[in-house]
């Protein structure tokens, strides 16, 4: 009765794998490494035996394991690009043909923006808002990861925050 309530790998793939994609990048992994996150949300599925009913359709099952893998796939590509301009990846889906040229610049000013505020945190706070702020995680989880208290992760994040807001609200020079 097991094998007809399993689903093996390769057909989730071949209905779901459009939707990982599309689910990964709504969920801002670069493009650079957006097949190879494709690939291990796959490989994390078959490493758990395929999808088996339960209380979670496959889609949500496929993207409760797409949420882990973007997470941990934006902090490496950040991390082995740190040596760079500190850049957090805001690719969008593809606009459609409805999208105006005037929200696309609209859009990027607004990425923009938030790149330059983002900038004007140390690496420390850079690191604790974006782990917090864009992937999600817990002031418990940043602490263990990092291996510091959680309060100074609650410090780092409260004096990141007033950063944040002040450099935004600071005029922005041409």
Request: with cysteine.
């Amino acid at each position: 009765m097991d094998e007809l309530q399993h689903t093996p790998v390769e057909n989730l793939f071949r209905q779901h794998g459009t939707f990982v994609k599309l689910f990964l990048c709504r969920l801002h992994v670069p493009t650079q490494v957006l097949d190879d996150a494709v690939q291990e949300v796959f490989l994390v599925a078959y490493k758990l035996g395929g999808y088996r009913e339960g209380r979670a359709s496959p889609r949500t099952w496929l993207g409760e394991i797409a949420v882990r893998i973007a997470a941990n796939t934006r902090r490496k590509f950040w991390r082995r690009n740190a040596s760079h301009d500190f850049a957090l990846p805001l690719e969008r889906l593809p606009a459609t043909h409805d999208t105006s040229p005037d929200v696309l610049f609209a859009q990027r000013r607004v990425e923009a923006r938030v790149q330059r505020t983002l900038g004007a945190l140390t690496p420390l706070h850079q690191e604790v808002f974006v782990r917090f702020y864009c992937d999600g995680d817990s002031c418990t989880d940043i602490a263990t990861e990092l291996g510091i208290p959680t309060g100074t992760v609650y410090s780092r994040l409260h004096m990141a925050r007033v950063r944040f807001t002040e450099a935004w609200e600071s005029p922005v020079s041409a």
